[in-house]
């Protein structure tokens, strides 16, 4: 039986250089974020990894209370589909190599983007959409797609990412912080919920605040 009071959060950030602008907001979102998960009860470990057309893991397991403020260095071009692709299948044979009391009893992938796809060599969107799927279904895993200058929810499903757990949201301070407002309590909902149980997913106020409330 896996470890029920242990959650391991899996953060993938663009940080391609169209993130330039709202670098600053997404350092202080995904602050506020990773502080909001340290006021619920539970142990949490974080794994962060970055992406342009290069990946990067930044750290792995690093227990909640010991995550450093997010450093964000934008660059280089958009390789989404590698940056899931990568992170998902490296977690899945970390986890598949622990004994399985040792595995957390939860896990929520949290991807960000400000753009289209442009750059992967290694992956496609139906490899990505098979690989999620597959890990929603059989390891009950978790993903939330935020999306800024796209249709998050049509390019998530695309993907592999439920409609309910996809988010638009707008390129500015407001936007970026509403939408990490709305993954933090929405990661919250889900860790506090029984196993197995439903999880709503965002709402309609959630989506509003995100485009700025537009």
């Avoid at 391991?8 to 602050?31: E, N």
């Avoid at 299948?89 to 400000?114: C, F, M, S």
């Avoid at 933090?184 to 509003?208: M, Q, W």
């Amino acid at each position: 039986m896996t470890n029920p009071d242990l959650t391991l959060i899996a953060v993938l950030l663009d940080r391609s250089g169209s993130m330039h602008s709202i670098k600053g907001d997404t350092q202080g979102g995904f602050d506020a974020y990773i502080a909001k998960q340290r006021e619920q009860p539970g142990s949490v470990t974080v794994t962060l990894a970055q992406f342009d057309d290069h990946y990067e893991r930044v750290y792995s397991n690093v227990p909640i209370a010991d995550v450093p403020p997010l450093d964000l260095q934008p660059r280089g071009v958009t390789a989404l589909y590698d940056g899931i692709g990568r992170l998902t299948t490296e977690i899945g044979e970390e986890l598949a190599a622990k004994p399985e009391h040792e595995r957390p009893g939860q896990v929520i992938v949290v991807v960000l983007t400000d753009g289209h796809e442009n750059a992967s060599k290694d992956w496609t969107h139906h490899a990505v959409k098979e690989v999620i799927t597959r890990q929603e279904s059989e390891f009950a895993w978790d993903y939330l797609f935020l999306g800024a200058n796209i249709d998050a929810v049509a390019i998530g499903e695309q993907m592999g990412f439920k409609s309910t757990n996809s988010i638009t949201y707008a390129a500015s301070p407001a936007g970026v912080t509403n939408a990490f407002a709305a993954a933090a309590s929405y990661t919250s909902r889900k860790r506090a919920a029984a196993p197995g149980a439903k999880v709503e997913g965002f709402s309609d106020a959630d989506r509003a605040g995100a485009m700025d409330g537009k």
